[in-house]
């Protein structure tokens, strides 16, 4: 007799599924099934019924088996494999009658109610320590320890000198599970986006931005603040923290800006991992914009030169004999209106429609990529071969982080809606005006697949062993400027309801900050606690009145002696502007003083009474990168403090507005903008997407970031000027409409001498030196 209670295992809330093997199966059959349900994550146990012809040699043929409660799928399976091993069974239940008579009439009785029961205890308990493993985990971090050097060494030289944890370990310390992580050598690894639905009823942890004023040319060091914030809120005041970044593009470092690591005491470690390809997220965009691309120009001309019979019989192709529309062609027949599923049925009309997307060639609007500063790519002809039979075009390329794919994997929040947005992409436009998209290229399955691993964030960690999430990394002049939604979200459920997830978005205020709060924010649905406002005495003298400071060249005299007359100004006119950004939105400010060792005293405290004076929580000097976490505690004090301040947040503007309207106020509320001034073909543009029905999308200027206005050379606060719209481009699949002011390129060249001329390789100890 065999006593299945199935209901017990109903009633414990597990989900049974049946696997019922062959009767001539062997056991190395059986093995090799167990093994695989064991490396399964979705399987939490396995009850392993074998028949008893594989435990005795006694022979059960013809011999009668009584089971109890076996109405399930896993009574069946038993029944199944009783029969098959020529027994008669009867199924009861524990309440049938006569069931003692029937039990004693049986052949066989003895340990099998005993075992059955003991299989399901062991089920069940497998189940619920499983169940205990997805319970958030309090974090065990263990900091690493730093001796800061004075004078302060070359990044590079710091990073070296630091040994980073096991990346395993780390994500251990974190609470994250084994199978939550893929390992990229040893001081990296991606994690899976099952850990949102692992901790999805996990409070989130407090949101915290840091952006700075306007920059001069040399940046101001928000990463570099950004870091040393996590690294004094974990590392020294022992609460739970994340930095989220975003991936540098290989174009600034070989060209001009270099690492964007952090620096001094205050770096994601290894800098030169961090610095270079990382775990290959970049290359995959690459890869998936110019198979757009390539799709591109391969389908105008397969267009231009078959009939649309010859067309449909390479599209739809005849495999063995039979002819098929594969599911992203089903799709395009459906947006067509045909709702046939047999190629033959398609009438010459309906062949026709499927066939050609007829691409105006002077309005496809994607161009190709490459993480590369390279000018001569501006502007370029394709299809000069004799094989592409006279189909030239000219068209251009862009820096690889400019990809509207790059700004899909920045707002995505998972597998399904990235598909779903790089099918939207609009690539250009039919000669009839209708939109193409690369669902209607067909190629959107593919892209999937080439961003199946991009989507996932990458864990690395500070020089003081605290965690840090690396992902995307759209500029912010020209894109979005800002890390990714899923590492934010994944970074807020980690850290607790307690914690601190410290984000950095690009360049000024005005700039990425405005980016996050009316794009990045919106489609993620999080809100954020507090500002960190950047600055700089270097930045705040040239908004003073100070002469121009360029890359490469030595800094005037006026930014290495004391100035209190450029200083003030500057806090006057910029800094005040930018903190008035921030409160536009409603989130309460913190000045973070990034000091140099040129800065005096006199110019710090200047700073941050000003700063207080115009309507910051707090400002407080930064010394993180000479002395790490320990040189941000008072910054990190003051964003515990402000955290807890009340929050209004709020958007500029509605997404019905229209997009003038958007337009007009970003220009005027956040760049102090007099008026707008469309061109014309702006303003055709503009009728067009409200015409396709993307009217409601937000706004993502592309603008200088050297300046509030449109003009790099006018610093501090400019005024009385026009803000000029010269055109206007959507990103459909991203989901935002971007104007184009003044003459912003996508695609940076390199200055005469290049960061390049610094990098080299050891070829016996393979060290990179020359990233800073």
């Not at 730093?146 to 004078?151: D, E, F, G, V």
Request: glycine share 8%; aromatic share 6%.
């Amino acid at each position: 007799m065999f006593n299945f209670p199935e209901y017990l295992f109903l009633q414990v809330g597990l989900n049974l599924t049946q696997i019922c093997l062959p009767r001539e199966c062997t056991e190395d059959e059986i093995i090799e099934e167990v093994l695989k349900l064991n490396q399964d994550p979705r399987v939490h146990g396995v009850y392993l019924h074998l028949p008893p012809v594989f435990l005795t040699d006694a022979p059960l043929d013809g011999k009668t088996v009584v089971v109890v409660g076996g109405e399930g799928p896993l009574g069946i399976a038993l029944q199944c494999l009783l029969q098959r091993g020529g027994m008669f069974v009867h199924n009861c239940h524990r309440n049938s009658e006569g069931l003692e008579k029937q039990v004693l009439d049986a052949s066989s009785s003895g340990v099998g109610a005993l075992t059955a029961v003991l299989r399901m205890q062991n089920v069940v308990q497998s189940s619920s320590r499983w169940a205990q493993q997805q319970q958030y985990r309090p974090w065990i971090l263990r900091s690493l320890k730093l001796q800061p050097l004075s004078p302060v060494p070359r990044d590079i030289e710091i990073s070296r000198a630091q040994t980073p944890k096991a990346i395993d370990q780390l994500a251990q310390e974190i609470g994250l599970l084994q199978e939550e992580t893929e390992a990229y050598g040893r001081t990296k690894a991606k994690v899976r986006l099952s850990l949102l639905d692992r901790l999805r009823e996990q409070p989130d942890g407090k949101y915290v931005l840091v952006a700075g004023i306007t920059p001069t040319p040399l940046g101001e060091g928000k990463s570099t603040v950004t870091i040393g914030l996590v690294q004094a809120l974990t590392a020294h005041l022992k609460l739970n923290s994340f930095a989220c970044l975003r991936q540098p593009s290989q174009g600034p470092t070989f060209g001009v800006k270099g690492g964007a690591a952090g620096g001094g005491y205050a770096q994601v470690i290894p800098m030169e991992e961090f610095n270079l390809h990382l775990t290959g997220d970049i290359h995959a965009i690459s890869a998936a914009n110019n198979l757009v691309a390539a799709a591109i120009d391969a389908r105008m001309l397969h267009e231009a030169t078959q009939t649309d019979k010859a067309l449909y019989s390479r599209l739809v192709p005849s495999v063995n004999g039979v002819r098929c529309f594969s599911p992203i062609q089903v799709a395009r027949l459906r947006r067509l209106g045909i709702n046939e599923t047999d190629p033959s049925a398609l009438t010459p009309q309906e062949v026709s429609s499927f066939v050609r997307l007829d691409l105006d060639p002077a309005k496809v609007t994607w161009q190709r990529v490459v993480d590369t500063n390279d000018r001569f790519l501006r502007k370029i002809t394709v299809g000069q071969a004799n094989t592409e039979k006279g189909h030239m075009r000219e068209t251009q390329f862009d820096i690889a982080v400019a990809s509207e794919i790059m700004a899909i994997l920045a707002l995505t929040d998972g597998l399904g809606d990235m598909k779903t947005r790089l099918g939207r992409m609009v690539v250009g436009s039919s000669r009839s005006g209708q939109p193409v998209t690369a669902e209607d290229l067909g190629v959107s399955g593919a892209l999937a697949v080439l961003m199946k691993d991009a989507i996932k964030p990458t864990l690395m960690q500070t020089l003081e062993g605290t965690p840090v999430f690396v992902h995307a990394g759209p500029f912010a002049n020209i894109a979005h400027g800002n890390s990714s939604v899923l590492a934010d979200k994944l970074a807020l459920k980690l850290v607790g309801e307690d914690g601190f997830v410290v984000t950095e978005a690009g360049f000024g205020a005005d700039i990425g900050m405005e980016k996050f709060f009316n794009i990045k924010c919106r489609s993620s649905g999080l809100r954020p606690n507090v500002v960190v406002l950047v600055a700089t005495v270097r930045a705040l003298k040239m908004h003073g009145g100070g002469p121009n400071v360029s890359a490469g060249s030595p800094l005037p005299k006026e930014y290495i002696n004391e100035n209190l007359s450029l200083v003030a100004g500057g806090c006057s006119t910029n800094l005040k502007k930018q903190i008035e950004i921030a409160h536009l939105f409603g989130v309460p400010v913190v000045v973070a003083l990034n000091v140099f060792k040129t800065d005096t005293q006199a110019e710090i405290d200047l700073v941050c009474r000003i700063a207080k004076e115009s309507g910051a929580s707090d400002a407080v000097p930064c010394h993180h990168w000479a002395l790490g976490g320990r040189g941000s505690l008072d910054l990190a004090q003051a964003v515990k403090r402000a955290s807890n301040q009340p929050n209004h947040f709020q958007f500029l503007y509605n997404q019905e507005t229209p997009i003038v309207e958007k337009i007009r106020m970003i220009a005027q509320k956040v760049y102090g903008a007099d008026d707008i001034k469309l061109s014309v073909e702006a303003q055709a543009k503009i009728d067009y997407y409200n015409q396709q029905g993307y009217g409601n999308l937000p706004i993502c200027m592309a603008k200088t970031h050297l300046s509030l206005s449109h003009m790099p050379e006018l610093k501090g606060v400019p005024t009385g000027f026009t803000l000029p719209i010269r055109d206007v481009r959507a990103s459909v699949g991203a989901g935002f409409i971007y104007p184009l002011v003044g003459t912003m390129s996508t695609m940076p060249g390199l200055p005469t001498r290049p960061c390049f001329y610094d990098i080299d390789l050891d070829p016996v100890t393979e060290e990179i030196s020359g990233l800073f």
